[in-house]
Antibody, heavy 120, light 107 residues
Framework: EVQLVESGGGLVQPGGSLRLSCTAS????????MDWVRQAPGKGLEWVGR??????????EYAASVKGRFTILRDDSKDSLYLQMSSLETEDTAVYYC???????????WGQGSLVTVSS | DIQLTQSPSFLPASVGDRVTITCRAS??????LAWYQQKPGKAPKLLMY???TLQIGVPSRFSVSGSGTEFTLTVSSLQPEDFATYYC?????????FGGGTKVEIK
């Protein structure tokens, strides 16, 4: 079964840091671009960023709202994706989804989501 | 950044209705558009991308059309399980962006 499972969400204070993890199974993770998408409570979807595969030098792209604060990493030996978040703001409160990606492709596999709450 | 405007934001409808959702891009995106369906408390589900590549398992009552800057998602005969929020997303250039969503609700 193709699956993505996120972990690491929780409550963090403004200005703090948090790392989300996502473990993949059922498909060849190393051949996949991987993205993060978030959704603030009661709001729409926002694309956060992408990391390409090894053949594309693991290059990354980010939304302007998180660039310089968030870093996307991957460990193909562990079929795992990470989102390192720092300088968190209350506006970063959202459910974060780990998703598959690709050039001009939609996100066909989604994790269950991990809630990050930034509050004092 | 490419802005996507979905209309309407809310769409009251009944079972059996034909419904159409529009997604307009602020600049041309060729056919690089995806559509998602999201039900409350669940992750979104990809319906189709490249404006016409229907995902496996998506009922044929869903169809899309358009290219460039204007796209539509049509459900030919709305079923109870189709009441949900629908999002478009442009896949043409970074940053990838989503439309604001269209909630199809029971009339």
């Amino acid at each position: 079964e193709v699956q993505l499972v996120e972990s690491g969400g929780g409550l963090v204070q403004p200005g703090g840091s948090l790392r989300l993890s996502c473990t993949a199974s059922g498909f060849t993770f190393s051949d996949s671009y991987m993205d993060w998408v978030r959704q603030a409570p009661g709001k729409g979807l926002e694309w956060v960023g992408r990391i390409r595969k090894k053949d594309n030098s693991y290059t990354t792209e980010y939304a302007a709202s998180v660039k310089g604060r968030f870093t996307i990493l991957r460990d193909d030996s562990k079929d795992s994706l990470y989102l390192q978040m720092s300088s968190l703001e209350t506006e970063d409160t959202a459910v974060y989804y780990c998703v598959t990606g690709g050039p001009h492709r939609g996100h066909d596999v989604w994790g269950q989501g991990s809630l990050v709450t930034v509050s004092s | 950044d490419i802005q996507l405007t979905q209309s309407p934001s809310f769409l009251p409808a009944s079972v059996g209705d034909r419904v159409t959702i529009t997604c307009r891009a602020s600049q041309g995106i060729s056919s690089y558009l995806a559509w998602y369906q999201q039900k409350p408390g669940k992750a979104p589900k990809l319906l189709m991308y490249a404006a016409s590549t229907l995902q496996i398992g998506v009922p044929s009552r869903f169809s899309v059309s358009g290219s460039g800057t204007e796209f539509t998602l049509t459900v030919s005969s709305l079923q109870p399980e189709d009441f949900a929020t629908y999002y478009c997303q442009q896949l043409n250039s970074y940053p990838l962006t989503f439309g604001g969503g269209t909630k199809v609700e029971i009339k």
